[in-house]
């Protein structure tokens, strides 16, 4: 009822919710309180959550925020999240994001864009915004979003919370709607870490309806959280250097690593030769893969259908013009064209070795340290419109969070103070691939 009186009192505004459940969330409620009072309870009894518009919930509307998916319902429920169901976590709504999760401010979405809660002037960020603003205005407890390039460390820097994305292939990807196959995880937005560990746990594991998920067994992440006494921590010189940097943005993070080394940690300035290559590649391949992905929406299976085509030709153009938001077609042509014969090797070869190299350097430098730590953003908050026209300067915002992405490693952003406007600031730690308990220990020590 709390949360529920949250959103009746917030959404209008904010606009974080494209949906909300409130008969089924008490239902769920009520049936978890029988099973408290039966000592029958799962690990997540309670636990009042968000699904951002990408995850499949049987006979509950998914549309990736776009207008091409009108009136699609969904025929079968995500892995991940028929998990969360058989923990008891209690489900609100359906969350706003960019479309087809494409975007950094939620400005891409069909819904319109959500609003910064402590400025709502400014944006969520992207593209889990409605996710990060719903868990910052209260109205749920967590967010389950997904990341393919930032997409819940980003917001989750926006609007002060904790942004969780796991090593690639921790958590299936069955029933999330797919933007770049490769790159895609389910992650978290949560106020604290806790509640990260506790929601990896349930979610991550092998999975028989998705052939990429890893059969490594699952931590008890939750119970794992105590932090090492001394860690090998590594910063990247000329991410910290660089020009565009938010010089508050720049003094957290120096401060938080004088600190480390203040408690005994090893913090070492590092080099990483690839730092202009990385939105570069992540967009070219992202691309790639997601002109193949989109390819499925043709006015045929799901959704929206132009109403005045003539043939299947006309069918297919016309329903995806009309259905396809600006940002999503300029991403299905780039990649088109990126895959095209007559460019293949000189764009989409070229970014996949690009991408080994970053690969490789970046698992060489976190066999050397425990973790990187990062900016997650380049600025706090931006003002709704701000960078909207400019999709290039949209881009290279994900210069930070691009990195674990392309590599496919955990990363964490977690609240690191304010600026002196009062918006968050949030610090990234990035750690080997299936190192969570380790990522997670120490990331809950910085907060
Ligand atoms: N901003 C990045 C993009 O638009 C990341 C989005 C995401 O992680 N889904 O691709």
Redesign the pocket.
Known sequence: EYYLDNIERHNGRLNAFLEVWPDEARAQADAVDAKLAAGTAGKLAGMVIGLKDVLAYKDHALQSSSHILDGFKSLFTASAVQRLLDEDAIFIGRQNCDEF????SNETSYFGPVRNALDEERVSGG?SGGSAVAVQADMCLASIG??????VRQPAAFCGIVGFKPTYSRISRYGLVA?ASSFDQIGTLTRSVDDAALLLEVMAGADDFDSTVSQREVPAYSQLLEPAPHYRIGYIRDAVERPGLNPEIKGALERTLDELRGQGHVVDAVDFPYLDYMVPTYYIL?TAEASSNLSRFDGVKYGYRAPDATDLASLYKKTRSQGFGPEVQRRILLGTFVLSADYYDAYYTKAQQVRRLIKEKTDELLRQYDFLVLPTTPTTAFRLGENKKDTLAMYLA?IFTVQASLAGVPAVSVPAGNDSQGLPIGLQIVSGAFREEHLLAFAKSLT
């Open positions: 999760a494409m975007g950094a593209s997904s990341d393919t390039g930032g997409s933007y992202t994900d």
